[in-house]
């Protein structure tokens, strides 16, 4: 089993922690890049910040994503859909 935590940081805070779920909220954007520093500023001055959700799984929990949900993944996490083929996907 792989495991993996999150600690808050001077820059991230834990929001919320319900669970097996935790909502991070980052006080400063520390991936501005030349191109998003405008819009990063303008977000900081309305007070706009980043937040992350962290799920963590074991044998008690199991988790429902939309497609591109997910950022990072660690350890054994399998996906299953429900499409069986291509003919079941076109029918649907």
Known sequence: MYKTTMQETAN????EQKGNIT??????????????????YYAS??????RQVMVNLDDKHDMILQAGAMQWIAGDV??????KGIG????N
């Open 45 to 50: 001055k309305m007070n706009v910040r980043k």
């Open 78 to 83: 399998s996906s299953a859909t429900n499409v």
């Open 12 to 15: 991230r805070k834990i929001l």
């Open 23 to 40: 909502i991070f909220e980052y006080d400063h954007d520390m991936s501005t890049n030349v191109g998003s520093a405008m819009q990063s």
């Open 88 to 91: 079941d996907f076109a029918k």
